[in-house]
């Protein structure tokens, strides 16, 4: 299928202890720096697409602060991953015609508010999550993904050897790119030594929990090779949901990455072997092994053994968050914008140390909720 | 963290809370497709139409997963880590994340599978559901 949409310009906002910005503003930043990249303006914006900024409306809020007035807005918030969604979203609005240049942008400032929570309403009272879930004690997201980690190991013979290699290989990129929070190696050893929070994962098998933000902008093809810079196209992209709390996940160890996974490479007419460069949301070390399952990278139950021997290191043969991820680069919260930016710069050829010879396809996708949500984004060098 | 979260019920599950005041683990069930459900809802999930009444469930299940928290989620737990909390599969075919009686020695992956039964533990003014391994029923007995 022919590309509809091109993706122009992206940007990250200040990243790790941001001390004297807010949201809005560190949205705003990256934001200008994106259109720029492109060599747009927000006067250009006509589609605004965010998430995770924790008000009641806040496309308002967020399109007031920037001063424009877009016909088309896009609040959709599942997760981690929704700003994959929000590409499809975006390509699918340019397609029809409600737009022609889209900002999707989030920014979020936990680490300054000591707060792992994005913000947002509080839970009613009458939800099953207050009643049956947080009233266990178990902490959330991190005790559901812990549960799908045990029941990986259970069912495949998954070990925190494995599990503690992704974090490795993380620590591994991050030292090759100058904005990541956490760049001295670590081993195998560390991981395992680290604290447990909810077995079996430790401390080192956790994202970080950093400010941290950017900007994406999306435009149609024809619009795009006008601009500025060489336009990476979206070839493809799929989503699924598949439930909100851990207990109601209709199998903790498939994910609803096997659906968008499936969709975005039928979608762009490729396979997985033909991926340069991926970028899988690492909100845990189990939700990387879940997604090359699932995404059809190896069989289920074989990412353990697909990770060993440095595989997914620098060099490693297969590269796989080349930023450090959310492991070791940077974690706002929601991550999955900032895959893809770092999608979008492997294909641009211009990351440094870190750089992929030769990558001319990207897999970005995000995992969202607990392990309630994914989307695949598949995207192509000029 | 959060703060203590407070246990409210709500029109969908106040027999299910009910049940637990008297020692009860207690269901809805589809009178049209028989299903059995959980969380409790308005309506049948299943078929979306029949009538849903209310059964004690055996208590029985195995144990779907499991983690030791050695971090809580809640103020409440904060002074009780570490804990272990399962997620729980019972006959009827639902699950439930509830906390378990196993030793935290014991609470490895390799405890999954293991059959359970539900147990009633007072706690501040109300009894909650936890599950313990089957064969120490008999022996409690």
């Given at each position: ?10 940007a990250e ?11 809005l ?22 589609g ?11 496309s ?6 920037l ?5 088309y807005?896009?609040s ?11 590409v499809?979203?975006?390509d699918a ?23 792992r ?19 266990t ?62 077995t079996?994962?430790?401390l080192?098998?956790?994202c ?13 093809q ?8 060489e336009p ?10 598949t439930h ?16 968008s ?21 690492d ?29 997914i290191?620098?060099?490693?043969g297969?590269?796989?968050?080349t ?26 050829g ?26 695949t ?6 | ?6 246990i ?8 299910f ?6 020692g ?7 009178a ?11 309506f049948?999930?299943g ?13 029985a ?34 699950r439930i994340?509830a ?11 390799a405890?999954i ?11 501040d ?17």
């Amino acid at each position: 299928m022919t590309p509809v949409s091109a993706i122009v310009g992206v940007a990250e906002s200040e990243l790790g202890a941001v001390s004297d910005q807010h949201p809005l503003r560190m949205m705003a930043a990256a934001s200008i720096e994106a259109l720029d990249d492109a060599g747009l303006t927000l006067a250009d914006v006509d589609g605004l697409i965010t998430a995770g900024y924790p008000t009641v409306m806040p496309s308002l809020d967020l399109a007031q602060y920037l001063g424009i007035a877009p016909s088309y807005v896009d609040s959709t918030d599942i997760g981690g991953s929704s700003f994959e969604m929000h590409v499809a979203h975006a390509d699918a609005a340019i397609q029809a015609g409600l737009c022609e240049v889209a900002l999707i942008t989030y920014a979020s400032t936990q680490r300054q508010d000591r707060s792992r929570l994005a913000g947002g309403p509080a839970e009613p009272a009458f939800s099953y999550r207050s009643q049956f879930e947080m009233a266990t004690g178990m902490p959330s997201p991190i005790g559901a993904y812990a549960l799908a980690t045990a029941r990986h190991m259970y069912e495949f013979g998954t070990t925190s050897d494995q599990l503690a290699e992704v974090a490795v290989a993380a620590r591994a990129w991050a030292g090759l790119n100058p904005k990541a929070f956490k760049r001295d190696p670590i081993t195998v050893e560390d991981v395992l030594e680290s604290r447990p929070i909810c077995t079996p994962l430790h401390l080192l098998d956790c994202c970080l929990v950093t400010d941290g933000g950017g900007a994406v902008v999306v435009t149609s093809q024809k619009r795009a090779h006008d601009l500025r810079r060489e336009p990476v196209s979206v070839l493809g992209y799929g989503q699924q949901i598949t439930h909100a709390d851990v207990s109601q996940s209709p199998d903790l160890v498939r994910t609803g990455a096997a659906v968008s996974g499936k969709a975005a490479f039928a979608m762009a007419g490729l396979a997985p072997g033909d991926v340069d460069v991926a970028e899988i949301y690492d909100s845990f070390t189990i939700t990387v092994l879940l997604s090359l399952e699932d995404l059809g990278f190896c069989a289920k139950g074989e990412g353990g053994a697909f990770v060993e021997e440095g595989r997914i290191k620098p060099g490693g043969g297969f590269p796989l968050n080349t930023s450090g991820g959310g492991l070791s680069y940077c974690h706002p919260g929601m991550f999955g914008l900032l895959l893809l930016i770092e999608g979008v710069r492997q294909l641009r050829g211009e990351c440094g140390d870190r750089q992929v010879s030769e990558a001319e396809v990207a897999l970005c996708h995000g995992t969202g909720g607990v392990l309630s949500s994914s989307a695949t984004v598949l995207l192509g060098a000029s | 963290m959060t703060n203590t979260v407070p246990i409210t019920v709500d029109p969908d599950s106040e027999p299910f809370s009910a049940g637990l005041e008297q020692g009860e683990l207690r269901l809805q069930r589809c009178a049209g497709c028989q299903r059995f459900q959980f969380p409790p809802r308005g309506f049948c999930v299943g078929c979306h139409q029949g009538p849903l009444r209310w059964e004690r469930a055996s208590g029985a299940g195995k144990i779907y997963s499991l983690t030791v928290c050695y971090l809580a989620g809640t103020a409440e737990m904060s002074e009780s880590t570490p804990f272990v909390v399962g997620l729980v599969e019972l006959d009827e075919g639902v699950r439930i994340l509830a906390p378990l009686e196993l030793p935290v020695e014991a609470a490895e992956p390799a405890a999954i599978g293991t059959p359970v039964i539900a147990r009633f533990r007072a706690r501040d003014n109300r009894q909650e559901l936890v599950f313990a391994p089957a064969g120490e029923e008999a022996a409690d007995a």
